[in-house]
């Protein structure tokens, strides 16, 4: 099992940029696809960003299309941490993010039911 504590959260204008970390415990963090997710005011939540495990030392991403050239996702396994760096950001970002891990056999997954921890969210704000 692994618990997840994201952080990095708050309020910035738009065309700002927040970086939001998810540290993890256990020791077997590199074994699990990551994922970033948010969850809008009245919406459902919804793929943000991926990153598979490490083969050779590379990594695959995958990102929802509104994020796409503007979030970068990246993981430190040596350091248990997933991170999502989020420029050029718009009001539309406004949401709780939520990091999460799955044991899943592929290279990423994109839907929330296939992740099996999640951390418990923090609070992103974009002014216009």
């Known amino acids: 099992q692994v618990q997840l504590v994201e952080s990095g959260g708050g309020l910035v204008q738009a065309g700002g940029f927040l970086s939001l970390s998810c540290a993890a415990s256990g020791r077997t963090f590199s074994s699990y696809i990551m994922g970033w997710f948010r969850q809008a005011p009245g919406k459902e939540r919804e793929f943000v960003a991926a990153?598979?495990?490490?083969?050779?030392?590379?990594?695959?991403?995958d990102y929802a299309n509104s994020v796409k050239g503007r979030f970068t996702i990246s993981r430190d396994d040596a350091k248990n941490t997933v991170y999502l760096l989020m420029n050029s950001l718009k009001p539309e970002d406004t949401a709780v993010y939520y990091c999460?891990?799955?044991?899943?056999?592929?290279?990423?997954?994109?839907?929330?039911?296939?992740?099996?921890?999640w951390g418990q969210g923090t609070q992103v704000t974009v002014s216009s």
């Open positions: 999460a891990a799955s044991v899943a056999r592929s290279i990423v997954v994109l839907t929330p039911q296939e992740y099996d921890y």
């Open positions: 990153i598979s495990r490490s083969s050779d030392r590379a990594y695959y991403s």
